[in-house]
């Protein structure tokens, strides 16, 4: 069965610092990869995907994310955080075209 | 293109009752899913519904169910509640397997 793990609940940044929300999966095969942001009282919206290719992916807000196969891991990134990049972040993948399998959320805080 | 929409956005219940949630997708996608969103649990799955045929199930008791519309929309209903069900309720859409998925505002559910 597939897994996504978010090893941290939390992530504390400066703004105008590099974030990182880090993101490790559990898959057999070719992974799809997602990431998903979700501000209070919304709904999730979709950042990036992985398929295959390039192993850093560009996303909607100035994130990107690396793909490491090796170490499984698919981190999402940002150069220079803003204020308004506080929120919740999720990591999922695709469970064979199935389902989503999600991870359990990482809260970013980004301190003025 | 509007986004994915549901209905209601709030909703306030007693042990033992019934709810409808509904949700409208993305003109075009074929494809809805749900999940329950909880504090203590994240985000499961529920079920997924393609061309009005449920194509794959979460692990949740029978008192949850669905079904789409020839029109793509979906409903979920969940009979008996339970303190237990209170949680958000998120519909998304997508064109097909592997793709991402678009997400509605949620349904807030609470059951008193």
């Known amino acids: 069965a597939q897994s996504v793990a978010q090893p941290e609940d939390q992530v504390n940044v400066a703004e105008g610092n590099p974030l990182t929300v880090k993101c490790t999966y559990s898959?057999?095969?070719?992974?799809?990869l997602f990431w998903y942001v979700q501000y209070p009282n919304r709904g999730l919206q979709f950042l990036l995907k992985?398929?295959?290719?390039?192993?850093l992916v560009k996303g909607s807000y100035g994130f990107e994310a690396e793909f490491n196969k090796s170490q499984t891991s698919f981190h999402l990134k940002k150069p220079s955080a803003l204020v308004s990049d506080s929120a919740l972040y999720f990591c999922?993948?695709?469970?064979?075209?199935?389902?989503?399998?999600f991870g359990p959320g990482t809260r970013l805080s980004v301190l003025p | 293109k509007a986004g994915v929409t549901q209905t209601p956005r709030y909703l306030i219940k007693t042990r033992g009752q019934q709810v409808t949630l509904s949700c409208s997708p993305i003109?075009?996608?074929?494809?809805v899913s749900w999940y329950q969103q909880t504090p203590g649990q994240g985000l499961q799955f529920l079920f997924e519904?393609?061309?009005?045929?449920?194509?794959n199930k979460g692990n949740f008791p029978g008192r949850f169910s669905g079904r789409q519309f020839s029109n793509s929309r979906s409903e979920m209903n969940v009979s008996t509640l339970e303190l237990g069900d209170s949680a958000l309720y998120l519909c998304?859409?997508?064109?097909?397997?592997?793709?991402?998925?678009?997400f509605g505002p949620g349904t807030r559910l609470t059951v008193l």
């Open positions: 998304a859409s997508r064109t097909g397997a592997r793709n991402e998925q678009f």
């Open positions: 999922a993948s695709d469970n064979y075209g199935q389902n989503f399998v």
């Open positions: 519904y393609f061309s009005e045929t449920q194509r």
């Open positions: 898959v057999s095969g070719n992974p799809y």
């Open positions: 992985y398929i295959t290719g390039d192993n």
């Open positions: 003109s075009g996608h074929r494809s």
